[in-house]
């Protein structure tokens, strides 16, 4: 059996790390002719009283707002890959890994893509890893695309910074 890719259902929080997942599935959509899904989840806000942390509803004007206001930066996200590949877009409310995965569900997708952070030790340890989470419960495979051009940009700029200044003849 070879597998098809004809839904490929991409989450992005609008970091520098999903913007480069939403490259990568578009590159993927216009080789498979492949609609691309583009999700963003928007969780009620925590707040921390004392010693317990919960979850506060946002009013209705509120909800609305940040609703409306992810949908606009969504688009505007997508809009410029609408010329090359099927798109559509999304925005949910919940747990952003429950809500990847039921969208993962309910578009029938064949491949999910989300950028990743990449954070090791301790905040890894006290943020978790939606991606990781997304990997182990999605119903289909789940391509986790690190941050590439951007940290190659920090270390070049850490490399010119850490550099000795040059003198008169001296070969660079």
């Excluded at 909800?63 to 688009?75: F, S």
Aim: hydrophobic share 40%; proline share 6%.
């Amino acid at each position: 059996m070879k597998p098809t890719i004809k839904h490929i259902l991409v989450a992005t929080d609008f970091s520098i790390p999903s913007d480069e997942a939403i490259d990568y599935a578009v590159a993927l959509g216009e080789r498979f002719d492949a609609t691309v899904h583009l999700i963003h989840v928007l969780h009620d806000p925590m707040t921390a009283a004392g010693g317990w942390e919960f979850y506060l509803p946002d009013n209705p004007q509120v909800r609305e707002r940040r609703h409306q206001e992810a949908k606009d930066h969504l688009w505007r996200v997508a809009s410029p890959h609408a010329k090359n590949v099927r798109i559509t877009t999304e925005v949910r409310f919940g747990l952003p890994t429950d809500e990847i995965v039921a969208a993962a569900i309910a578009y029938g997708s064949d491949m999910v893509v989300m950028g990743t952070h990449g954070r090791t030790g301790l905040p890894h340890l006290l943020l978790g890893s939606i991606a990781e989470r997304v990997v182990r419960t999605a119903p289909c495979p789940v391509l986790a695309v690190r941050q590439q051009l951007a940290a190659s940009l920090r270390s070049d700029a850490a490399q010119l910074e850490n550099r000795p200044a040059r003198t008169e003849g001296q070969m660079a």
